[in-house]
């Protein structure tokens, strides 16, 4: 018996911990920024939304993925139906109601604008300055990200998103 829990330890430590991104609030974000400029990640997603759960449980959880968002990005989960009112650049942003039970949040759909409809998941990248530089709607595999997310880290201006294979869309 004295055996197994040295035994039960050894194999938990034998399994590697899965990578996991380091997010923020906007609320946080200004001190953050001011302490140590970064770009921000803003991803927007609901709670019912097939391809934002699975995009959460692979892309923004590939090793190379998070090892990027978080050394050189801020990024921020919004889930674009919470309720809660959230203060960013000095302005309070709200939930609007639209219709019995559905609505969206000011901020969500700021960030979203140009967009014809809502659709999620979608992400923005933000510049130091809160400027929007990159909006995407829509999931994106691991590959896909890491490739955007390196050429935002590295400056250029021409980041897009790889074009999805044949057989994923």
């Not at 203060?87 to 309070?92: I, N, P, V, Y």
């Not at 700021?110 to 809160?130: R, T, W």
Request: glycine residues 4%.
């Amino acid at each position: 018996m004295r055996f197994l829990i040295p035994l039960a330890f050894s194999l938990c430590l034998a399994h590697p911990a899965f990578a996991q991104v380091r997010y923020t609030t906007f609320e946080k974000l200004d001190s953050a920024v001011q302490a140590a400029p970064r770009k921000t990640f803003v991803f927007i997603h609901t709670s019912w939304c097939a391809y934002c759960n699975m995009m959460e449980h692979t892309t923004l959880q590939d090793k190379p993925v998070v090892q990027l968002l978080n050394s050189c990005f801020y990024s921020i989960s919004l889930d674009a139906e919470q309720k809660q009112s959230i203060l960013f650049k000095g302005k309070t942003y709200a939930f609007e109601p639209q219709g019995v039970s559905s609505g969206q949040h000011q901020l969500a759909a700021l960030l979203m604008k140009g967009e014809k409809a809502a659709l999620y998941p979608s992400f923005v990248l933000l510049d130091e300055q809160y400027r929007i530089i990159y909006r995407y709607g829509g999931y994106v595999s691991s590959k896909q990200l890491l490739h955007l997310l390196q050429r935002a880290c590295a400056g250029q201006k021409d980041i897009t998103v790889l074009p999805q294979p044949d057989s994923v869309k």
